[in-house]
């Protein structure tokens, strides 16, 4: 900052010196001083920050000027040298009073020059104006004595200015930001005001407060309006001098301000771009119109479809003389269909009966083989299994969320390793909010700030804090005591903190957690009224100025921590509106260093945080409690998980427990009560229920070998998934042998043989299907659902050949058994009752085909059950297009848990977010000028650098999430070099290497050292990496989000950062000698878990597509390339998937990486609802479509409805009892809601579908007067 020359009409520049004030009842003229030289410190002022110096009441003329105090100015000011012949009204003394004055303010306003020189204007005319005294009148003056002398000292004095200078100059400094903090200078320089409530009067009134702890005695500033003389003193001439826009140059040159600091001088931009209107046709709802129209298509359509026989038929009239029919003309609801000639078959058809005969043929034999040698078989699958199952031992269970739900080569994560290599990772947090809601508000009136309403309650929460602190315990890793001094965060102090270096952020921290403080009362005097003060006063200033070092009480108390650092109010109360006062909150905040894991002082870490909510917990109980809070741990979201998993564990055992129950019995024929042991399948579906699980044990053992990680969620899901697969595979073929009979001369052996090739065609089908979709669904990027769908797809593929081997054995000796009129478990007792003479067809398939299937395929049920589903299905396709994508943090907690209170409370009291760093990377030279402008945002700096662009941000918080902007570590070290800014510096070699100097005195050379850095005692700071050549490898902005509640909202938070993060990237490129991989990227610790929802809708379109493929190429192959089938079965698929979406969205079950696990299930449960059903009518050879789609639904639809639907119910409906919120809405909601709408397609919608549509391949044999091979009916 320059110095203009001393005269009438213009004076120094900058900043705060409050100069004494003199005498009522001087004279009062041009070129005579009312005061002049040093008299001593104020008797009246005590526990300043400066010494509190006052002048000599001496009304006298103005002396000349003489080359020491032309040093001295040139000291306070570079600006024009004054003149020799110059007169002034100060001496040296008060020049270097000055001096020190303004050195304490360069740091606050030195970033405006124009501010500065406004601000220090006026000053400097009260000082040393040869006409002092015609802007002044001395009010009061005292008598001190120094070195034996008496002098007559000024205390008090009133200071004329005009309104217009005063506003002006007021004007330049209200936007003037504190870049470490956030907030603006002049909230620091209004007391009681803050900079909401600051005024030019109030503004002026702080400077003349001596209780400050900066002015030496009392200053009446007197803003006179131009014009107005009746309140003037004789003489006295208000000082109108010019005073500087923040968008004008300094007279000695001195730059703009920047635009963080002042808006004229911001460059004119446009506002955002406004938010895409939402899609409208004729002011509705797009997508509503547009499935509405499609709607009417595809039901137009079907209808014609229908009508199109007797359309042709009555304009062409040559429909019944052309076409031999068998009975009546047929139609697609006709129940005759016209004889098929020889000629007719195709190649598709023969080629689909050698794939059936070729499969049926392999299958039997192979059955006939495992049915003769049992337990060979069973010997030889134990063995395979336990050779598997052995890499359990070495199996690793994923627990950490950041390794489940992010893949290691993401974005997120490579910044995060990145953040946490040259940063630590982000510190741990512990934190209790308090409540008191029973507790009525009160006034306050204040003798400084007037009446306040007043709510918090500062005593308790500071013996809670103190009780917290004092936390300590024995340490085996540390073989001592360890308390919270040992792994707490002390930015001030990192390598040998106390307890008062942790960095602790509360309310009672602007006492410096002292109860002696927060008790202090003492009486005040202001404008003749004495009251008393106390905490209440102190808390009002210290919210509006949190970095003050002494408050304008007179209590005289610091507003900063007591680790040195300042506590901004929105980090220690919350739930206030407009006045910190009215807060309903108190927020008290611990701050652990985020060690390793493999760090012995990670386990001291979360043994502090278990005390802490080991002492939480005790303290919510007690009676006497005066709060209602709420509290969380860093370590308590895993804690939580985890302790819910295994709380939960027993609701999954009863579930398969059900399964099996149910299994057992509906295995069983039951002929007759004296028969119930004999014909139960107790030990058949026990052994299916062994088969699964050996499936999942050898699966998981398997990529436990090869080092591929388990999780609780496979744990959870893949059996479930195993169970319902294999349990249809199941049913399917024990009722197929239950209603099979024995040729004659056929052993049991060869029937089992006969049986399974007929069905194991069909099983293969579908586990083929299943395994492939889950193997395509690993490709997934998410580390969760990659390792699910490899465990899952092995898993099937084992428990095929299971059953195939180990489950055919099992059924053998079971059959042997009940051929021997055995009972089960017990087999030494025989029933003397013989078994039936016919196969048993059970309860269900007469039922079905007796009834249900005639009912279903009725000409007018058809048609309504094809207008209801493809309503179904564009209803869906409607809400899938509004479901909700994200994850909210609570659901992941269990009922009742006290997290689902703090996230409550978090998300009422909070008014500012996470912080969020905006990090550089290597390669950009700071150095520079070119560089350092285009980062930081004071004087001189691009009006677009990094940090000037997160600020333009930040003005529109619900676009950008952004509530505070950047503060500059760029900026404070600028402030940090200038000689005249008086920060803290250290000498870093030679004999004061360590020590303090001051930056006139240190040689300090960017280039080539490194240093230091204690700049405003701010922690934001305490991390920064210099090398040679002064290229960081790594450097942080740190600013605030706003207060995030909902997924939704921390994923357009990430996008919106990154988005900005891009654009200063491109902009800092631009600098020359800036390598094109540098980068600028956000970081803060939600990123990692809210990447995946920016992609998840296109990653999980694209998984699941890569699933439905095998179900159609898998069928089709299958059935001898038959595309018809292959279709059908894709397109019933596909409606589940897209109707389990839309219902998703009616029930309120959120789209995300859980969602998309069973999304990806519901693909392969889906398979065992269609493709058995689809084969089936395929190969049956009844002669029209709706018999074909009878005999499936009442055989294949039976045997699918007891053995998927029927096993997969109980075990879910059992899950509704779950205590964790994510299995009740995702494991139980939405695997219900999978179970029923496969089963409403597979035995509703397919049998119509098919009925007018399907294929059969039994055409190739019914031709030539032969039974094809058989399905599963």
């Not at 104020?42 to 001496?58: R, Y």
């Not at 042991?677 to 044990?697: A, R, T």
């Not at 479930?720 to 056929?746: H, K, T």
Request: aromatic share 10%.
């Amino acid at each position: 900052m320059g110095a203009r020359s001393v005269s009438p009409h213009h004076c120094p520049g900058p900043f705060m010196l409050f100069a004494p004030q003199v005498v009522s009842g001087s004279r009062h003229e041009p070129g005579y001083c009312a005061f002049y030289d040093e008299c001593g410190r104020n008797p009246s002022v005590g526990g300043s920050l400066i010494p509190p110096i006052v002048p000599c009441l001496n009304y006298s003329p103005a002396r000349v000027l003489g080359p020491e105090h032309y040093q001295e100015l040139k000291k306070v000011s570079d600006s024009n040298p004054v003149p020799w012949s110059t007169t002034a009204c100060c001496s040296v003394k008060q020049l270097k009073s000055l001096e020190r004055s303004l050195m304490m303010s360069k740091a606050l306003l030195n970033r405006c020059p124009s501010c500065a020189d406004n601000f220090g204007h006026f000053h400097c005319i009260s000082t040393c104006s040869p006409n002092q005294s015609v802007t002044i009148n001395v009010t009061r003056t005292a008598n001190i004595t120094s070195q034996g002398t008496v002098r007559e000292a000024v205390v008090a004095y009133q200071a004329y200015l005009s309104t217009s200078f005063a506003d002006k100059a007021f004007d330049s400094c209200k936007s003037v930001r504190i870049p470490s903090t956030g907030g603006l200078a002049i909230g620091t320089m209004c007391g009681r005001y803050g900079s909401a409530l600051c005024t030019p009067q109030r503004w002026y009134d702080f400077q003349g407060d001596s209780s400050n702890g900066l002015a030496p005695l009392d200053i009446d500033f007197r803003l006179i309006p131009e014009g107005v003389t009746g309140a003037v003193p004789a003489g006295i001439v208000p000082y109108n001098g010019t005073a500087l826009g923040c968008n004008e140059k300094t007279p000695t040159g001195g730059e703009v301000c920047s635009c963080q600091d002042c808006q004229a001088s911001c460059p004119v931009l446009p506002p955002p771009p406004a938010l895409p209107a939402p899609f409208t046709i004729g002011g509705v709802d797009g997508y509503l119109v547009i499935c509405a129209t499609l709607l009417g298509f595809l039901i137009l359509a079907f209808l014609l479809f229908l009508l199109s026989p007797y359309i042709l038929r009555n304009i062409m009239g040559l429909f019944s003389k052309k076409r031999k029919v068998k009975g009546e003309v047929n139609n697609w609801n006709d129940e005759t269909e016209r004889l098929i000639h020889p000629s007719e078959v195709t190649c598709i058809d023969r080629n689909s009966l050698v794939a059936q005969e070729f499969l049926g043929s392999w299958f039997q034999a192979w059955g006939t083989l495992i049915a003769s040698h049992p337990f060979k078989v069973l010997l030889a699958s134990a063995v395979v299994v336990g050779a598997f199952a052995t890499g359990l031992m070495y199996i690793e269970l994923t627990t950490d969320p950041v390794q489940l739900w992010s893949a290691p080569d993401s974005r997120a994560r490579k910044e995060k390793d990145m953040h946490d290599k040259y940063f630590d990772p982000f510190f741990r947090t512990n934190q209790l909010i308090l409540t008191a809601p029973g507790r009525p508000s009160y006034i306050y009136d204040s003798l400084i700030f007037g009446k306040q309403n007043f709510i918090s309650q500062c005593e308790t929460s500071l013996w809670s804090q103190l009780y917290l602190q004092s936390i300590e315990f024995w340490s085996d890793d540390l073989n001592r005591t360890a308390s919270l001094k040992d792994v707490c965060f002390a930015p001030l102090n990192p390598s040998n903190p106390s307890l008062t270096d942790c960095a602790v952020n509360s309310l009672p921290q602007y006492f410096q957690n002292s109860v002696d403080n927060i008790n202090k009362k003492v009486n005040m005097t202001k404008l003749g009224v004495t009251k008393e003060v106390d905490w209440k006063d102190h808390f009002i200033y210290c919210v509006n100025s949190p970095l003050s070092f002494k408050d304008i009480t007179d209590l005289k108390m610091s507003c900063m921590a007591d680790y040195g650092a300042p506590v901004f109010p929105f980090l220690a109360v919350g739930g206030y509106e407009s006045n910190y006062t009215n807060a309903e909150a108190l927020i008290l905040t611990f701050s652990l260093n985020n060690y390793p894991r493999e760090n012995v002082k990670f386990n001291i870490a979360m043994e502090w945080e278990q005390r802490f909510l080991d002492i939480l917990k005790e303290y919510q109980m007690s009676p006497g409690n005066p709060f209602t809070f709420a509290y969380m741990a860093e370590r308590s979201l895993e804690d939580e998980i985890n302790r819910t998993t295994a709380e939960d564990i027993p609701i999954f055992m009863i579930s398969y427990a059900v399964i099996f129950v149910y299994i057992s019995v509906a295995l069983g024929e039951y002929t007759s009560f004296s028969r119930i042991l004999v014909d139960s399948k107790f030990l058949v579906g026990l052994g299916g229920i062994l088969v699964v699980g050996c499936s999942v044990l050898a699966s998981m053992g398997f990529y436990a070998w090869i080092g591929i990680p388990s999780s609780l969620i496979i744990l959870q899901v893949v059996p479930f998934l195993v169970l319902a697969v294999g349990a249809d595979n199941i049913f399917i073929f024990v009722l197929e042998y239950q209603r099979d009979a024995r040729r004659p001369n056929e052993k049991r052996e060869e029937q089992i043989g006969r049986v399974l090739g007929n069905v194991a065609p069909s099983m293969l089908l579908c586990s083929v299907s299943e395994s492939v979709c889950f193997f395509l669904g690993a490709l997934s990027t998410m580390p969760a659902v990659r390792s699910f769908a490899l465990y899952a797809a092995l898993a099937v593929v084992l428990d095929f050949v299971l059953q195939m081997t180990a489950f055919v054995a099992l059924l053998s000796l079971d059959c042997k058994r009940q051929d021997r009129n055995r009972c089960e478990v017990v087999c030494c007792i025989t029933v003397k009752t013989p078994a039936p003479s016919k196969p048993n067809e059970g309860f269900l398939l007469p039922i079905m085909r007796k009834y249900y299937a005639p009912v279903l395929l009725h000409p007018v049920t058809r048609v309504i059950v094809m207008v209801v589903f493809i309503t179904m299905l564009m209803s869906s396709i409607y809400l899938m297009l509004h479901v909700t994508v994200g994850l909210d943090q609570e659901l992941a907690m269990p009922k009742g848990s006290y997290m689902l209170e703090y996230f409550k409370y978090l998300y009422a009291y909070f008014e500012v977010g996470v912080p969020t760093y905006f990090v550089t990377t290597k390669g950009f030279d700071f150095s520079k000028v070119m560089g350092m402008n285009a980062v930081c945002s004071s004087v001189g700096c691009d009006p677009f650098s990094l940090t000037q662009k997160i600020q333009y941000a930040s003005e529109y918080p619900q676009r950008s999430y952004l509530a505070v902007p950047a503060n500059s570590w760029v900026d404070d070290f600028i402030d940090w070099l200038n000689p005249g800014s008086g920060c803290c510096r250290l000498y870093t070699e030679g004999p004061d290497e360590g020590k303090f100097c001051n930056a006139s005195e240190c040689e300090y050379k960017v280039p080539d050292r490194k240093a230091i850095c204690v700049l405003r005692i701010q922690e934001t700071h305490s991390t920064c990496i210099l090398t040679s050549g002064a290229v960081l490898s790594a450097t942080r902005f740190m600013a605030y989000h706003t207060a995030l509640t909902t997924s939704r909202e921390f994923t357009a938070a990430l996008k919106t950062a990154r988005e900005l993060a891009h654009n200063i990237t491109l902009t800092m490129r631009k600098i020359n000698d800036t390598p094109p991989d540098f980068e600028v990227f956000p970081y803060t610790v939600t990123y990692v878990f809210y990447e995946q929802y920016l992609t998840i809708v296109s990653e999980g379109v694209f998984i699941i597509s890569l699933c439905l493929l095998p179900t159609f190429v898998v069928c089709c192959l299958l059935l001898g390339m038959d595309v018809r089938s292959g279709t059908l079965n894709l397109l019933t698929i596909i409606m589940i998937t897209v109707d389990t979406v839309g219902v998703m969205t009616l029930w309120g079950i959120d789209y995300n990486a859980v969602a998309l696990i069973n999304l990806v299930t519901a693909v392969g449960i889906s398979v065992e609802f269609v493709s058995h059903m689809t084969r089936s009518f395929a190969l049956s050879i009844q002669p029209t479509h709706i018999e074909r789609a009878k005999e499936a639904t009442a055989t294949m639809g039976s045997a699918v409805f007891a053995g998927v639907a029927m096993t997969n119910l109980p075990g879910i409906v059992v899950l509704a009892f779950a205590k964790a919120q994510l299995i009740q809405i995702f494991f139980f909601r939405l695997n219900l809601v999978i179970t029923l709408l496969g089963l409403a397609h597979g035995l509703i919608f397919l049998p119509v579908l098919l009925s007018y549509f399907g294929t059969f391949v039994g055409v190739a044999t019914d031709t030539a007067g032969q039974r094809p091979v058989e399905g599963a009916e």
